[in-house]
């Protein structure tokens, strides 16, 4: 977890099309 | 590849596989066709290019990776709306993404590429090879530049680019995957909804044995990506640690 904290947090967030 | 039989799938379950993906696909495509249009594919004036191959070293390397890690991020995204990703377990979510998340770039390239001019939407315009000199990778941006070129020939739909991204992405022989099985099975699910959606479109031109071929080459672009950023960074260590997006280290900074 520690090694990807970033790829973990962007597997977790909801993004929404508007977002992107 | 174990001996299993793939799973049968009904025509309606490859057809609403092909269509989540294809969504995805859309919603996270970083540039809609249109907007590209719109801006009439227009190319780097002479001095525009002059000035990136004026920029320092580092500096283009810098604003490379910043726009790769910006079109990662919308890969990450494409494959969180695929269903059955997230039933992944964390590990192999990562694995995936890890391995596969430049290999998509890479196929989404030939949506924002200019064969005519061999060019590519970078940076707001059109860029051809010449305008990333100042990265010392020429032989690289080269192979890249054949690669979206030889992608354009196939005039892929956006449906059979999305499903050939997911095909990539769930690649069952990646290193360190805890569940192989579960992915495997995604990855023959992906492979039969393709299969089904070219037939569909009558594409009978052997364009499912083009695009297997096209793995391999996507594993060699990568493989060679990471041997430039070795050599870059044996030269300017501190200028990945501080000035790279940390997306882009924790991907390729092993």
């Known amino acids: 977890k520690e090694k ?16 992107l | 590849s ?3 039989t793939s799973p049968t ?12 993906i294809s ?21 780097l004036l002479q001095d525009e290019v002059e000035s990136y191959q ?7 390397w810098q604003l490379c990776a910043v726009k790769i890690t910006e079109a990662i991020q919308y890969v990450v995204e494409f494959a969180k709306r695929i269903d059955g990703f997230m039933d992944l377990c964390q590990n192999d979510q990562i694995v995936l993404l890890k391995a596969g998340s430049l290999e998509v770039v890479f196929i989404r390239m ?3 590429f200019d064969s005519q001019n061999n060019t590519v939407y970078f940076d707001g315009k059109f860029a051809g090879p010449d305008a990333f000199k100042a990265l010392g990778c020429d032989d690289l941006i080269t192979s890249v530049f054949d690669f979206a070129k030889s992608m354009c020939l196939l005039h892929l739909t956006e449906e059979e680019l999305a499903l050939f991204s997911a095909f990539v992405l769930f690649s069952a022989d990646r290193s360190w995957l805890q569940e192989k099985l579960q992915v495997e099975k995604m990855q023959q699910r992906t492979h039969l909804a393709l299969q089904h959606i070219l037939q569909k479109n009558q594409r009978e031109d052997g364009v499912l044995n083009k695009l297997r071929c096209k793995v391999s080459a996507l594993r060699s672009l990568c493989n060679r990506h990471t041997e430039k ?3 870059f960074r044996a030269i300017y260590p501190d200028v990945i640690r501080t000035h790279f997006p940390p997306l882009y280290k924790e991907l390729f900074g092993a």
């Open chain 2, 110 to 112: 030939c949506r924002v």
């Open chain 2, 9 to 20: 799938v009904s025509m309606a379950e490859l057809d609403h596989l092909a269509h989540i």
């Open chain 2, 229 to 231: 950023l070795s050599a």
């Open chain 1, 4 to 19: 990807h904290k970033i790829l973990h947090q962007l597997l977790q967030n909801s993004t929404s099309p508007v977002d």
């Open chain 2, 54 to 60: 004026s920029k320092p070293r580092e500096v283009m």
């Open chain 2, 23 to 43: 969504k995805s696909h859309l919603e996270t495509c970083q540039h809609l066709r249109e907007e590209l249009q719109q801006m009439n594919w227009q190319n």
């Open chain 2, 2 to 4: 174990n001996g299993e």
